[in-house]
């Protein structure tokens, strides 16, 4: 059974449409996050779910419940709404120490005062920062306040958490840590959640499934990999990971395949979206997927070294012939001059330009 | 819905007290006889009257002189103190930086006392200058002294929306002139100057409007020479037909009120474009002040000079003229030098009351309306909703009433509405004026705290289920309490500056420092008031001495 469920949402600023109508659904025990880039409106479609904006139309329910629903004018305040919600600043109240910020929710549900005690602590204990309780937020690191955040949201059971770019305020080291600590929590707990962020690695990483939105509109959802190998649209393609774009024009437009004709190449893909013959189009490959050959053969081309870059575990090549770049990846260094280069059918992706 | 109830209700109240002091005002302009006479009828003759009276006339032009030429002193001046405060190497800025506001604080009675007392034609300068060249080579008595001592007096307001305005100019917005080859002065002129402008334009607004409202210097400096403005016009009404000419005072205040309105209206258009501009500015780095060179000591005489003409001479005047029995030519100091006045003070019960009334309103009362004032602000804080825009509005209308309008309107009030009557001649009805006349002040201080406060943080609260009136008791109002205790600070020095409001309300258990001296004043008991004005200094003084102490920003 689905734990939340948003239907055709939409939410105006003054005359500006920030959501045009976005639904999707969150599986009990699943991590679903909400990624697009900054003013595709993902933080806004949290908000809406936390109570903090009000949509003009459409249908927000928990388990059943309904939170919000436009068209009978139901808008539960968030006190009511009984969700848990870690901000990207996290919001711990600097005048309460941790003990005082995690036990505040327990307060306000009447809860009485030995329970608290013993709920905060064990909240604390399960989160690794049981030491801290006597704390002030400010005498804390980065990574510890984003715990206290989480454990304050977790404290009351609620049957879902919305994470506001949980990690974006920690630095790069500890960011990857997090990431894999807050999956395990998420999962271990059997919480439902709904996380936002604007970085592809960390929802491809911590989410069972990827809402991306483009515009206040959801331009594809699926599993990460379904996101990743598989993308519906340019946006989508060029969105995940790093990539090539080649442009050129469709040919050969049948059955989901499509090639790229530029000059007197052709290349043959995968056709992604809709697409027409004949129509300008731009191919795009992953770095990663783009191969060096060792001689002339379909689909692959003759381009020169122009520059390489050390990055410790690989190097970054980048080749040029006319007006293309293509960058793809080596283990090794390879010689300057002219090398040929392979772009695997089904990793080129023939899309509109639009 | 509590919280909900609590907002529209505060509201309402707040609604309610700053429409009833200015409605009855206009219907009483449009009556023949005060409104509590038994015989009264609709009728425009006040108007007429007032508009036929030369006086008025006169009062009015005065006023725009002296709003305009005091403008033109303080502006110049005080965006020049900005500049060597905020910019420059000037030396001792540790004592310069409270000092230069302490004019805000200072009663304007009480500096015109002084001004009388050091430069009157019998002054203490006055017999020194006369004694050393055998003229006094100046007038004390007449429009350019009150528009010259108005400008000086006034330019702290400059200096602090410009230094305000001039710290928010990004460090690397001048820093990128420089790169492109600007000598630090080019850039103080072509980039900083412009960046401040707006800011300017409003303090320059500002200064013209509270040009409208002098009271104090013109009463104390004008009236001898028969030199009137709008609200000493207004004062000197009560005694112009012989009986109370309650109507004709209703159409000078209506007059007032319609000039000040617009100039409310233009500040507020222009705060709101001057903190746009600013925010334009990049990031607040630190940066390395402007060296003054041979310039700086110059500069630093320059702002004590300044300092000296326009607290310390009137302070010292009046505090020496305190301690001594009389003062001429040809009088030395030690034969003279007493405490009497002193001690008449004490055997003097009004001036006991006075004192005792002063600190408790003061005190008790500044936190009494910090407490008002809180209510509006939390009541108007973060709502989504139309009623805040003319909640707002109704703030700022009583900005347009100067303190002795709103005196006025007051004791009207108290009149008018028969259950209020038996506190007219109680402290509620002082304490109630000076809450109304600074409610947009004081409002606006505890608002500018409350939102400092992350909005996440009352967020957070809320969706961890929190009400929001739980949410406003348990995280706004401990966030802000730091907040709210400067603002009473601020509230009781201003309180116990207070002089004009007080004025029409004076009575047996309503006397103030500030309109018990207006009234000695009166009546030439300058002994009295010297020695009143030396304690209204002190308590002012101790208020500021525990401000800076406390660390607490003078302005809001």
């Given at each position: 059974m689905a734990d939340l469920v948003i239907e055709?949402v939409?939410?105006?600023?003054?005359?500006?449409?920030?959501l045009?109508?976005v639904s999707l659904s969150v599986e009990r025990g699943q991590i679903v996050a909400l990624l697009g880039p900054s003013?595709s409106g993902k933080t806004t479609l949290l908000r809406c779910v936390a109570g903090l904006e009000?949509?003009?139309?459409?249908r927000i329910a928990i388990a059943g419940k309904?939170l919000f629903?436009?068209?009978?004018?139901?808008?539960?305040?968030p006190?009511?709404r009984g969700l848990g919600l870690v901000f990207q600043s996290y919001a711990?109240?600097?005048?309460?120490?941790?003990?005082?910020?995690?036990?505040?929710p327990?307060?306000?549900?009447?809860?009485?005062?030995?329970?608290?005690?013993?709920?905060?602590?064990?909240a604390?204990?399960s989160i690794g920062i049981?030491?801290?309780?006597?704390?002030?937020?400010?005498?804390?690191?980065g990574g510890?306040q984003q715990r206290v955040a989480l454990a304050r949201a977790l404290v009351y059971e609620p049957p879902v958490i919305l994470l506001d770019e949980p990690l974006s305020n920690l630095?790069a080291?500890l960011r990857e840590e997090a990431r894999v600590w807050l999956r395990q929590l998420i999962s271990d707990l059997g919480l439902s959640a709904l996380c936002v962020t604007h970085d592809q690695v960390e929802a491809m990483a911590m989410a069972d499934r990827i809402l991306l939105l483009n515009?206040?509109l959801v331009e594809q959802q699926g599993t990460p990999e379904e996101m990743y190998q598989r993308p519906a649209?340019?946006?989508a393609?060029?969105f995940m990971g790093?990539?090539?774009?080649?442009?050129?024009?469709?040919?050969?437009?049948?059955?989901?395949?499509?090639?790229?004709?530029?000059?007197?190449?052709?290349?043959?893909?995968?056709?992604?979206?809709?697409?027409?013959?004949?129509?300008?189009?731009?191919?795009?490959?992953?770095?990663?997927?783009?191969?060096?050959?060792?001689?002339?053969?379909?689909?692959?081309?003759?381009?020169?070294?122009?520059?390489?870059?050390?990055?410790?575990?690989?190097?970054?090549?980048?080749?040029?012939?006319?007006?293309?770049?293509?960058?793809?990846?080596?283990?090794?260094?390879?010689?300057?001059?002219?090398?040929?280069?392979?772009?695997?059918?089904?990793?080129?992706?023939?899309?509109?330009?639009? | 819905?509590?919280?909900?109830?609590?907002?529209?209700?505060?509201?309402?109240?707040?609604?309610?007290?700053?429409?009833?002091?200015?409605?009855?005002?206009?219907?009483?302009?449009?009556?023949?006889?005060?409104?509590?006479?038994?015989?009264?009828?609709?009728?425009?003759?006040?108007?007429?009257?007032?508009?036929?009276?030369?006086?008025?006339?006169?009062?009015?032009?005065?006023?725009?002189?002296?709003?305009?030429?005091?403008?033109?002193?303080?502006?110049?001046?005080?965006?020049?103190?900005?500049?060597?405060?905020?910019?420059?190497?000037?030396?001792?800025?540790?004592?310069?930086?409270?000092?230069?506001?302490?004019?805000?604080?200072?009663?304007?009675?009480?500096?015109?006392?002084?001004?009388?007392?050091?430069?009157?034609?019998?002054?203490?300068?006055?017999?020194?200058?006369?004694?050393?060249?055998?003229?006094?080579?100046?007038?004390?008595?007449?429009?350019?002294?009150?528009?010259?001592?108005?400008?000086?007096?006034?330019?702290?307001?400059?200096?602090?929306?410009?230094?305000?305005?001039?710290?928010?100019?990004?460090?690397?917005?001048?820093?990128?002139?420089?790169?492109?080859?600007?000598?630090?002065?080019?850039?103080?002129?072509?980039?900083?100057?412009?960046?401040?402008?707006?800011?300017?334009?409003?303090?320059?607004?500002?200064?013209?409007?509270?040009?409208?409202?002098?009271?104090?210097?013109?009463?104390?400096?004008?009236?001898?020479?028969?030199?009137?403005?709008?609200?000493?016009?207004?004062?000197?009404?009560?005694?112009?037909?012989?009986?109370?000419?309650?109507?004709?005072?209703?159409?000078?205040?209506?007059?007032?009120?319609?000039?000040?309105?617009?100039?409310?209206?233009?500040?507020?258009?222009?705060?709101?474009?001057?903190?746009?501009?600013?925010?334009?500015?990049?990031?607040?780095?630190?940066?390395?002040?402007?060296?003054?060179?041979?310039?700086?000591?110059?500069?630093?005489?320059?702002?004590?000079?300044?300092?000296?003409?326009?607290?310390?001479?009137?302070?010292?005047?009046?505090?020496?003229?305190?301690?001594?029995?009389?003062?001429?030519?040809?009088?030395?100091?030690?034969?003279?030098?007493?405490?009497?006045?002193?001690?008449?003070?004490?055997?003097?019960?009004?001036?006991?009351?006075?004192?005792?009334?002063?600190?408790?309103?003061?005190?008790?009362?500044?936190?009494?309306?910090?407490?008002?004032?809180?209510?509006?602000?939390?009541?108007?804080?973060?709502?989504?909703?139309?009623?805040?825009?003319?909640?707002?509005?109704?703030?700022?209308?009583?900005?347009?009433?100067?303190?002795?309008?709103?005196?006025?309107?007051?004791?009207?009030?108290?009149?008018?509405?028969?259950?209020?009557?038996?506190?007219?001649?109680?402290?509620?009805?002082?304490?109630?004026?000076?809450?109304?006349?600074?409610?947009?002040?004081?409002?606006?201080?505890?608002?500018?705290?409350?939102?400092?406060?992350?909005?996440?943080?009352?967020?957070a609260?809320?969706s961890v289920?929190?009400?929001?009136?739980?949410?406003?008791?348990?995280?706004?109002?401990?966030?802000?309490?730091?907040?709210?205790?400067?603002?009473?600070?601020?509230?009781?020095?201003?309180?116990?500056?207070?002089?004009?409001?007080?004025?029409?309300?004076?009575?047996?258990?309503?006397?103030?420092?500030?309109?018990?001296?207006?009234?000695?004043?009166?009546?030439?008991?300058?002994?009295?008031?010297?020695?009143?004005?030396?304690?209204?200094?002190?308590?002012?003084?101790?208020?500021?001495?525990?401000?800076?102490?406390?660390?607490?920003?003078?302005?809001?």
């Amino acid at each position: 059974m689905a734990d939340l469920v948003i239907e055709n949402v939409k939410l105006r600023y003054g005359s500006i449409d920030i959501l045009k109508g976005v639904s999707l659904s969150v599986e009990r025990g699943q991590i679903v996050a909400l990624l697009g880039p900054s003013g595709s409106g993902k933080t806004t479609l949290l908000r809406c779910v936390a109570g903090l904006e009000e949509p003009h139309d459409g249908r927000i329910a928990i388990a059943g419940k309904t939170l919000f629903d436009g068209s009978k004018g139901v808008a539960l305040a968030p006190e009511e709404r009984g969700l848990g919600l870690v901000f990207q600043s996290y919001a711990l109240w600097p005048h309460k120490t941790v003990f005082a910020n995690v036990a505040y929710p327990l307060k306000l549900r009447g809860v009485s005062g030995g329970d608290i005690r013993a709920r905060v602590a064990r909240a604390l204990d399960s989160i690794g920062i049981g030491h801290l309780a006597e704390r002030f937020p400010h005498q804390l690191s980065g990574g510890q306040q984003q715990r206290v955040a989480l454990a304050r949201a977790l404290v009351y059971e609620p049957p879902v958490i919305l994470l506001d770019e949980p990690l974006s305020n920690l630095d790069a080291k500890l960011r990857e840590e997090a990431r894999v600590w807050l999956r395990q929590l998420i999962s271990d707990l059997g919480l439902s959640a709904l996380c936002v962020t604007h970085d592809q690695v960390e929802a491809m990483a911590m989410a069972d499934r990827i809402l991306l939105l483009n515009g206040g509109l959801v331009e594809q959802q699926g599993t990460p990999e379904e996101m990743y190998q598989r993308p519906a649209s340019l946006f989508a393609a060029e969105f995940m990971g790093a990539n090539n774009r080649l442009p050129g024009k469709a040919a050969g437009v049948r059955e989901g395949r499509a090639s790229l004709v530029f000059g007197d190449q052709r290349l043959d893909g995968v056709a992604c979206g809709p697409l027409a013959e004949g129509e300008e189009a731009y191919g795009v490959v992953r770095l990663e997927r783009v191969r060096m050959a060792d001689g002339p053969g379909p689909n692959r081309l003759r381009m020169a070294l122009t520059s390489e870059m050390y990055l410790g575990e690989r190097y970054e090549l980048v080749f040029k012939r006319d007006d293309l770049l293509v960058r793809t990846f080596a283990t090794a260094k390879l010689p300057g001059g002219e090398h040929w280069l392979e772009f695997p059918p089904d990793a080129l992706w023939v899309a509109a330009r639009s | 819905m509590p919280f909900a109830l609590f907002r529209f209700a505060t509201l309402a109240i707040m609604a309610s007290a700053v429409l009833a002091p200015i409605g009855l005002i206009v219907y009483q302009s449009f009556l023949d006889a005060p409104f509590f006479s038994p015989n009264v009828h609709f009728s425009l003759d006040a108007f007429q009257f007032v508009l036929e009276d030369e006086d008025f006339w006169t009062a009015l032009s005065t006023s725009v002189i002296v709003a305009a030429g005091m403008t033109a002193i303080s502006v110049p001046l005080g965006v020049v103190l900005a500049f060597l405060m905020a910019r420059t190497d000037v030396p001792g800025k540790w004592l310069l930086e409270p000092l230069v506001l302490v004019p805000i604080f200072m009663s304007a009675v009480v500096l015109a006392f002084g001004y009388v007392v050091a430069l009157g034609p019998v002054g203490i300068v006055s017999t020194f200058v006369k004694g050393l060249i055998g003229v006094v080579p100046w007038s004390i008595y007449s429009v350019t002294a009150i528009t010259i001592i108005a400008g000086l007096t006034h330019v702290p307001h400059v200096y602090l929306y410009t230094s305000a305005a001039l710290r928010n100019v990004g460090a690397d917005l001048e820093e990128a002139a420089r790169t492109t080859g600007a000598s630090p002065w080019w850039v103080a002129v072509s980039v900083s100057l412009p960046m401040v402008t707006p800011a300017v334009l409003y303090a320059a607004v500002l200064i013209f409007f509270l040009g409208f409202e002098l009271f104090g210097l013109p009463l104390v400096l004008g009236d001898p020479e028969g030199i009137l403005v709008l609200a000493t016009y207004l004062y000197k009404l009560t005694n112009k037909l012989g009986v109370p000419s309650y109507q004709l005072m209703a159409v000078v205040v209506v007059a007032i009120i319609l000039i000040a309105i617009p100039l409310v209206w233009l500040q507020r258009v222009l705060l709101a474009s001057s903190n746009k501009y600013v925010s334009v500015g990049g990031k607040a780095a630190k940066r390395a002040p402007l060296k003054l060179g041979a310039l700086r000591w110059p500069a630093f005489c320059l702002i004590v000079l300044w300092f000296a003409v326009s607290v310390g001479l009137p302070v010292f005047g009046i505090a020496l003229r305190s301690v001594v029995t009389t003062w001429g030519e040809g009088v030395r100091l030690s034969e003279v030098l007493t405490l009497a006045h002193y001690r008449d003070l004490v055997d003097y019960p009004n001036a006991i009351h006075a004192i005792v009334n002063t600190v408790l309103i003061g005190t008790i009362g500044g936190a009494a309306s910090v407490a008002c004032y809180t209510a509006v602000a939390l009541a108007m804080h973060r709502w989504q909703s139309g009623m805040v825009r003319i909640a707002d509005y109704l703030v700022m209308i009583p900005r347009a009433m100067p303190g002795i309008v709103a005196g006025l309107a007051m004791l009207w009030l108290f009149l008018f509405i028969k259950p209020l009557a038996p506190f007219r001649s109680t402290l509620f009805s002082v304490w109630l004026a000076y809450t109304i006349v600074w409610l947009a002040y004081g409002t606006r201080l505890v608002s500018g705290t409350m939102l400092q406060i992350g909005r996440e943080l009352e967020e957070a609260g809320r969706s961890v289920g929190g009400s929001q009136g739980r949410v406003a008791r348990d995280v706004t109002l401990p966030l802000v309490r730091g907040g709210i205790l400067a603002a009473w600070l601020l509230v009781f020095l201003i309180f116990v500056r207070e002089y004009s409001t007080g004025v029409y309300l004076l009575g047996p258990g309503t006397e103030v420092i500030g309109s018990l001296m207006v009234s000695l004043w009166g009546t030439g008991a300058i002994d009295l008031v010297s020695a009143l004005s030396v304690i209204n200094i002190l308590i002012i003084s101790a208020g500021l001495g525990l401000a800076l102490r406390l660390g607490v920003r003078l302005h809001g």
